[in-house]
C-alpha cells in the first residue's frame, strides 16, 4: 500500500460489504413474504425485516463513504490519516451500535419513528461515532495543507449529515411534543440527509474518481462540480416541501415542493453529462473497467431512480394518488441504488487495485456482479412500479380495499422476488471480486 493508513480505508469497505450481504438477505426474506405471506411470520414479522432492511441499508452506506472517504483524503491530501486508531475506534463503535439496534429490533426495542427507529443512546453513539469520524477527516486535510474543491465538497457533505441528525435526538429531549412539529423535522434529518447533503458526498466521489479514471484538467472538472452541487443543495432543500403534502402544514409547501423537487432532476441529468463527458475527453483508457462501468453506472441510475422515478410521482396532483404506494418503494430502490450504493462500489473498485495491485479486486468476477445487480435492480425496480401503477389506480383512485389490490398484484411480486435473487447473487460475486486476486498481466 502506498500509505499505511490507507488499512482503514480497507477496514470500513470489508465491513460495509459484509453489512451489505446481510442488508440483500433481509430484502430476500421480504420478497419471499410479499409472494408468500406466511413464510416465518410467527417468528420474524415483515415489519420487524423491513426495518432491519433499511437501517441495514443506511449503516453499511454510511460505513462505505467512511471508508471511501478516508482513502480520498489521504489521497488528495498526499498524507496519513491523522489518527488510524481513532477511526478504528469509531468503526468499532459504529458496528457496535448499529447491530445492538438490529438486535433491539428483534424484541421490539424501537423508537418507532420510521427510518429513525434506533433508542436515544444509540443515536448519541451514532452522533459521537459521526463527529469522531468529521474531525479525523477534517485533521487529516489540516494535516496535508492542501485542500482541493473536491475535499471541501465532501467536507461540506459530512459536516451536514453530522448537523442534520441532530433534529433526529428532538423529541427524546422534549423538543418537539407535537406529532406534527415532530415530523416537520424528522424530515430534516430522512430527506436532507438523502436528497441534500448524501448527494455532495457523492458529487465529491464522482469528481474525484473522474478525475483519477479520466486524467482531465482538475480546473475544469471542479467548475462542473461548483455548478452541479449548487443545484443540488439548492433544489435538495426547498425540495423538503414535497414531503409536507399530507401533514397539517401551510399551503404554500405545495407549490414549493412541487417546484423544487421537479427541478432536482436536473442535477442529476447534470451529473450524466459531466460523467460522460469527462471520459469521453479521456478516451475511458483507464485499464479498470469495473471503476469505469460503475461510475458511469452511478451518474445514469442516480439520474433515472433519484432524478426521473422521483419527479413521476412528486408533483402534488399526482402524489396524492401514488404516496406510499409501490411506486415510492420503486422509486427509493433505485435511487439508492444509482446514486448511493454504486458511487460506493465505484470507490471501492477502484480504491482495492491501487492500494493491493493485482493482490486485490478480480476485475472480471467485478463486471459480472455490475451486470448481475444492474439487471436484478432493473427487474426489481420495473416490478415494483407496474405494482405500483395497479395500487394507485385500485386502491387511492378506485377505493378497493387494500387486501383486495394485494391479491391482484402476485405475478409483480414473484418478478419483484426474481430480481432480487438475481441481484443478491451479483452482491455474492461483488464480494467474491472484493477478495479474491486480480489477473495477472502477461509479459
Known amino acids: 500500500m502506498k500509505y499505511q493508513s490507507h488499512s482503514v480505508a480497507y477496514n470500513h469497505f470489508v465491513v460495509a460489504l459484509l453489512l451489505f450481504a446481510l442488508q440483500v438477505i433481509a430484502g430476500l426474506f421480504i420478497g419471499v413474504q410479499y409472494v408468500f405471506p406466511d413464510f416465518f411470520y410467527q417468528i420474524i414479522d415483515f415489519n420487524v425485516m423491513r426495518t432491519i432492511h433499511i437501517n441495514l441499508l443506511i449503516v453499511w452506506i454510511l460505513i462505505g463513504f467512511m471508508g471511501a472517504s478516508y482513502y480520498l483524503v489521504v489521497e488528495e491530501s498526499e498524507t496519513e490519516v491523522w489518527s488510524p486508531g481513532l477511526a478504528n475506534i469509531h468503526l468499532v463503535g459504529f458496528v457496535i451500535g448499529g447491530v445492538a439496534a438490529i438486535v433491539g429490533y428483534l424484541f421490539g426495542w424501537t423508537d418507532g419513528r420510521e427510518f429513525l427507529e434506533q433508542p436515544f443512546i444509540i443515536k448519541l453513539a451514532i452522533t459521537v461515532v459521526v463527529l469522531a469520524f468529521v474531525l479525523n477527516i477534517i485533521m487529516t486535510i489540516i494535516k496535508g495543507g492542501r485542500w482541493t474543491s473536491v475535499q471541501i465538497v465532501l467536507v461540506m457533505g459530512l459536516v451536514g449529515a453530522a448537523l442534520f441528525f441532530l433534529p433526529a435526538l428532538g423529541n427524546h ?166 446514486a448511493y450504493a454504486m458511487i460506493n462500489i465505484a470507490m471501492m473498485a477502484y480504491a482495492i487495485p491501487a492500494m493491493k495491485g493485482s493482490d486485490g479486486f478480480n476485475k472480471r ?35 378497493v380495499p387494500f387486501l383486495d389490490v394485494q391479491n391482484q398484484m402476485g405475478l409483480f411480486y414473484a418478478v419483484r422476488l426474481a430480481g432480487g435473487v438475481v441481484f443478491a447473487v451479483g452482491v455474492f460475486y461483488l464480494i467474491k471480486a472484493f477478495f479474491e486476486p486480480g489477473e495477472k498481466r502477461s509479459a
Open 173 to 338: 429531549v422534549g423538543l418537539y411534543d407535537n406529532l406534527s412539529v415532530d415530523k416537520f423535522f424528522w424530515w430534516w434529518t430522512v430527506h436532507l440527509w438523502v436528497e441534500g447533503v448524501w448527494e455532495l458526498i457523492m458529487g465529491a466521489m464522482l469528481s474525484f474518481l473522474l478525475l483519477k479514471l479520466t486524467g482531465v484538467d482538475r480546473e475544469v472538472l471542479e467548475k462542473w462540480l461548483y455548478v452541479i452541487v449548487g443545484i443540488t443543495f439548492f433544489s435538495g432543500i426547498l425540495g423538503t416541501g414535497h414531503h409536507y403534502y399530507w401533514e397539517g402544514y401551510p399551503s404554500y409547501w405545495l407549490w414549493i415542493g412541487g417546484i423544487f423537487s421537479a427541478s432536482e432532476p436536473f442535477a442529476f441529468l447534470g451529473m450524466t453529462i459531466y460523467a460522460f463527458t469527462m471520459m469521453e475527453l479521456a478516451g475511458r483508457t483507464h485499464p479498470n473497467r469495473v471503476a469505469i462501468y460503475m461510475t458511469l453506472g452511478c451518474a445514469i441510475f442516480a439520474f433515472l431512480g433519484a432524478g426521473v422515478w422521483g419527479v413521476m410521482h412528486t408533483l402534488p396532483m399526482i402524489n396524492k394518488y401514488t404516496h406510499g404506494t409501490q411506486i415510492t418503494a420503486s422509486h427509493g430502490h433505485l435511487a439508492f441504488f444509482g
Open 365 to 399: 468476477t467485478g463486471l459480472t456482479a455490475f451486470w448481475l445487480m444492474v439487471i436484478g435492480m432493473s427487474d426489481m425496480t420495473l416490478a415494483l412500479f407496474g405494482a405500483g401503477v395497479v395500487q394507485a389506480f385500485m386502491e387511492r383512485y378506485n377505493h
